[in-house]
């Protein structure tokens, strides 16, 4: 106890640091290190530099903005070169070409309303012959029933005649052989008959041929009445057309 009282306390013992930076003499690029940042080091303030685009996107950018002018290739060039050259009268050729189309319509409708006129006129023609022929049909009808209807005992002969002059076909054939015993019993009976035509008009026609209903009254008086009897008829009558001459080639009565 009294060697330690006596004794003088022991400092404790150093050890020699080494500084972090390096060594005099030696170059700062060998066995350089730093420490790494804690999170209890304070933040380094550092200026607010803005980060630099690539000059590359930077290009891009402006050409997506500019408008692209397409670089022209050689059938563009062709095309260029074919293209018509551009009159300096355009205008006086599109009046020309008006002129032209309103001509040509202009010579259109005349010539339709000429084919009109003459589709019309012939029409009509057709139409006036086709009537014209109807009514002589009908006339020859009327004729034939009034030929037939008109007999006088003094004229019996030439009423015979005229009306077989005007028949053709069965109905001349039924006279024909007759006419002289049909002419001595008109003057006998002294038979007087004046027909008249009421109506008549057309049943049936062809080019050629047409039956025609005739009605008609015949005022017939004879030796034994003085006095005339009216007496009525509907008859049919076929009149042919032989070219110019239209004849009555049959006669029946209908009830």
């Known amino acids: 106890m009294a060697d330690d009282e006596g004794t003088a306390p022991r400092r404790p013992r150093r050890r020699a640091v080494r500084p972090a930076g390096p060594i005099a003499g030696e170059s700062a690029s060998k066995n350089t290190f730093e420490a790494p940042a804690t999170a209890q080091?304070?933040?380094?303030?550092?200026?607010?530099?803005?980060?630099?685009?690539?000059?590359?996107?930077?290009?891009?950018?402006?050409?997506?903005?500019?408008?692209t002018t397409p670089t022209p290739t050689t059938e563009?060039?062709?095309?260029e070169e074919e293209k018509p050259e551009q009159d300096e009268n355009a205008p006086q050729s599109t009046t020309n070409r008006r002129g032209v189309v309103l001509t040509s319509l202009f010579v259109v409708v005349v010539l339709a309303l000429?084919?009109?006129?003459?589709?019309?006129?012939?029409?009509n023609r057709a139409t006036n012959a086709e009537d014209a022929?109807?009514?002589?049909?009908?006339?020859?009808?009327?004729?034939?029933v009034l030929n037939l209807t008109t007999i006088h005992p003094d004229s019996a002969q030439e009423d015979v005649d005229r009306l077989l002059a005007g028949a053709s076909g069965d109905f001349k054939a039924e006279f024909e052989g007759r006419e002289g015993p049909f002419v001595d019993v008109?003057?006998?009976?002294r038979v007087d008959s004046n027909g008249e035509i009421i109506e008549a008009g057309i049943e049936?026609?062809?080019?050629?041929?047409?039956?025609?209903?005739?009605?008609?009254?015949?005022?017939?008086k004879n030796?034994?009445?003085?006095?005339?009897?009216?007496?009525?008829?509907?008859?049919?009558?076929?009149?042919?057309?032989?070219?110019?001459?239209?004849?009555?080639?049959?006669?029946?009565?209908?009830p």
């Open 41 to 67: 080091d304070p933040p380094v303030d550092t200026p607010d530099l803005k980060k630099e685009e690539p000059k590359s996107s930077l290009a891009e950018a402006d050409a997506e903005k500019k408008p």
């Open 76 to 79: 563009d060039a062709r095309l």
């Open 114 to 123: 000429l084919a009109g006129g003459v589709y019309l006129f012939l029409a």
């Open 133 to 144: 022929q109807a009514e002589r049909f009908v006339q020859t009808a009327r004729q034939t």
């Open 186 to 189: 008109v003057k006998q009976a």
């Open 204 to 220: 049936n026609i062809s080019d050629d041929a047409a039956d025609v209903l005739v009605a008609a009254r015949a005022m017939v």
């Open 223 to 254: 030796s034994d009445a003085e006095e005339p009897q009216p007496r009525d008829f509907r008859l049919r009558v076929t009149v042919a057309d032989d070219g110019d001459v239209m004849t009555a080639s049959r006669v029946e009565f209908v």
